[in-house]
């Protein structure tokens, strides 16, 4: 049993004690240990030998416990007992759009247990006499189904990213391998991905092929040649591993990264050059050999920029780069301050003082510290008193971690009709003001716009945190007029969040590309609720280099005065070595 199965059961555990009518607190404890155990890095039945598992982020006592069962045992007690209570169909039910757990278990009641079941009582009317399911409920319920199905195919970014990081470690440990990397959607950074795509160049394709298949989490090889490898995980993801001689690694790398068009791009620029892009080389006309070492030495000989992988699927990159006018993307060294961060004052799970030296040994050089606001409730969202008490904390631990600027600050809700949720009083006394909407998404597309467009107003806003309230392969944004909501932070010199959280990764790399054509300045944020989610930068940084964005865009690549002098309206510039502010 590895930790995909370990994180496949807790989220089990989460869906049915949710139904079961358990706490939200515990329902998303569960939630939470699974999301971190699914992106360990280290082996988890190491760290259970170890008797570690309580250093994992969100696992405490009472799931390190049901951990420790499910690896020596093969099983929950606690799920068992679920499991018989409910049917299978259960958990799938509650990942329905528009269905909580108290609706899930009046349909579970009423017989209706499965997706299918519950389409089929939509069309045939018998939906639409439970209590609670009139024709507007039972409309939304279908478009939900429909949601489902078409997030369904695919896995999270987040969930594919860190399997393939451990088969190309698996991989790149057959000493018949020269190099290796990850290709595909997962190479493009796309948020979600229908497979995995590795590609290793090899003296020994045989030998590298049966390694690949000896990774512990495979479960059956779907598909072999004398050069590929497909097989299926026992979490149902499908892997495929190309193989190529060394001499032709970055043809390969290229058109086994795509997308599509873009090979369709690169090959007729080649064959206008006379050469030829192949699977085993690139070629002239003569056919001689060229053999570039790597993708930019390729892309070289063909006469333009090399065109990151993360925009590879935007037509006009390829344009500019051909001219020679593809800017420098924004990258993870730009970044100078870990912005948007949790301790356990809310919901987070570290204190003050442990995010403060994870920030310092990052190299970071401010942190912002954002705890919830009071409206949100389950999330211990902070009162002005308890705020007050935070401040006092903060000033403490800056003594101790003199080398990380803390900046104090709060998540604060947007309320339904755009205010915030502390009065001025409170907001002006802070670093900064995140605002971010938590309740409330089923406003339409009027109400929720004007609630951001009043929100960005406020004079002491300083950016809207994951302002779609997407999340990826779950949940799809609330509707926005975005170019009126970006309009309205330009008019106001508010900035816009790209939040790094790999489940939220909104602004999407799409909005980070309005964004920035209309001149709005974007913050790149972890929205870091524990000492390791501040690793999940790199996701932010790539979403915003899919949309375009340089170091110029975001303004948490300044220095901490020149940051707050945005922030606060002030005039900045900022330059290639640096940025300095102006302050009126």
């Given at each position: 049993m590895d930790r995909h199965d370990v994180a496949?059961?807790?989220?089990?555990?989460?869906?049915?004690?949710?139904?079961?009518?358990?706490?939200?607190?515990?329902?998303?404890?569960?939630?939470?240990?699974?999301?971190?155990?699914?992106?360990?890095?280290?082996?988890?039945?190491?760290?259970?030998?170890?008797?570690?598992?309580?250093?994992?982020?969100?696992?405490?006592?009472?799931?390190?416990?049901?951990?420790e069962s499910l690896l020596t045992e093969g099983r929950i007690p606690l799920l068992d007992r679920l499991r018989a209570k409910y049917p299978a169909g259960t958990a799938a039910l509650l990942r329905v759009p528009e269905l909580g757990p108290r609706s899930v278990a009046q349909l579970v009641e009423a017989g209706i247990d499965t997706v299918e079941a519950l389409e089929e009582a939509a069309a045939n009317g018998s939906l639409g006499r439970l209590?609670?399911?009139?024709?507007?409920?039972?409309?939304?319920?279908?478009?939900?189904?429909?949601?489902?199905r078409r997030h369904g195919a695919s896995k999270p970014l987040a969930e594919a990213?860190?399997?393939?990081?451990?088969?190309?470690?698996?991989?790149?440990?057959?000493?018949?391998?020269?190099?290796?990397?990850?290709?595909?959607a997962v190479r493009r950074w796309e948020e979600s991905v229908e497979g995995i795509e590795l590609l290793a160049a090899t003296n020994d394709p045989k030998r590298t092929l049966e390694w690949f298949t000896r990774f512990p989490a495979v479960e059956r090889i779907l598909e072999q040649t004398t050069s590929t490898?497909?097989?299926?995980?026992?979490?149902?993801?499908?892997?495929?591993?190309?193989?190529?001689?060394?001499?032709?690694?970055?043809?390969?790398l290229l058109l086994h990264t795509g997308p599509r068009r873009h090979l369709e791009l690169v090959c007729d620029r080649a064959e206008r050059l006379g050469l030829e892009v192949a699977e085993t080389g690139l070629f002239g006309s003569d056919g001689r050999r060229l053999d570039p070492p790597d993708e930019a030495a390729l892309y070289a000989d063909l006469g333009m920029q090399p065109v990151p992988p993360e925009l590879?699927?935007?037509?006009?990159?390829?344009?500019?780069?051909?001219?020679?006018?593809?800017?420098?993307?924004?990258?993870?060294?730009?970044?100078?301050?870990?912005?948007?961060c949790h301790t356990v004052y809310s919901d987070g799970k570290h204190s003050i003082l442990e995010m403060a030296i994870a920030a310092r040994h990052l190299g970071f050089e401010y942190l912002t510290i954002t705890d919830h606001s009071q409206t949100s409730h389950y999330a211990r969202g902070l009162t002005p008193d308890r705020l007050r008490e935070?401040?006092?904390e903060i000033a403490r631990v800056q003594e101790e971690v003199p080398e990380v600027r803390l900046l104090r600050g709060s998540e604060v809700d947007v309320l339904a009709d755009g205010s915030l949720d502390f009065p001025d009083e409170i907001l002006e006394q802070l670093d900064v003001v995140i605002g971010s909407i938590h309740q409330r998404h089923g406003l339409d597309e009027d109400g929720q716009t004007r609630r951001l467009v009043r929100a960005l107003s406020h004079p002491l806003l300083s950016w809207i945190g994951h302002p779609t309230g997407r999340l990826v392969g779950s949940r799809d944004p609330y509707p926005l007029r975005m170019e009126e909501v970006f309009e309205a932070a330009l008019a106001s010199g508010k900035a816009m969040e790209v939040n790094g959280t790999p489940h939220r990764l909104d602004l999407s790399g799409a909005h980070v590309r309005l964004a920035v054509r209309m001149g709005v300045k974007l913050v790149v944020s972890t929205d870091a609720h524990s000492t390791l989610g501040m690793k999940a930068l790199r996701y932010g940084v790539a979403t915003a280099r899919r949309g375009r964005a340089t170091s110029a865009d975001v303004l948490n690549t300044l220095p901490a005065d020149g940051f707050l002098a945005a922030l606060r309206g002030g005039r900045w510039h900022h330059e290639t070595t640096g940025a300095v502010p102006a302050v009126d």
């Open positions: 496949r059961a807790l989220r089990e555990l989460g869906d049915l004690l949710e139904v079961d009518g358990e706490s939200a607190f515990k329902v998303r404890a569960y939630r939470v240990a699974a999301d971190r155990i699914a992106a360990l890095a280290e082996p988890l039945d190491e760290l259970a030998r170890q008797r570690r598992l309580g250093e994992i982020p969100g696992v405490g006592p009472a799931i390190t416990q049901k951990i209590k609670g399911f009139g024709p507007k409920k039972v409309e939304a319920v279908l478009r939900g189904i429909e949601q489902q990213l860190p399997i393939a990081e451990e088969i190309l470690g698996h991989v790149e440990e057959d000493p018949a391998v020269h190099r290796a990397s990850i290709a595909g490898c497909t097989v299926q995980l026992h979490d149902g993801t499908r892997v495929t591993l190309v193989t190529t001689p060394q001499e032709g690694w970055a043809p390969a590879r699927h935007d037509d006009q990159a390829f344009a500019d780069a051909h001219h020679g006018e593809l800017p420098a993307l924004l990258t993870e060294d730009d970044i100078r301050g870990m912005t948007h935070q401040w006092d």
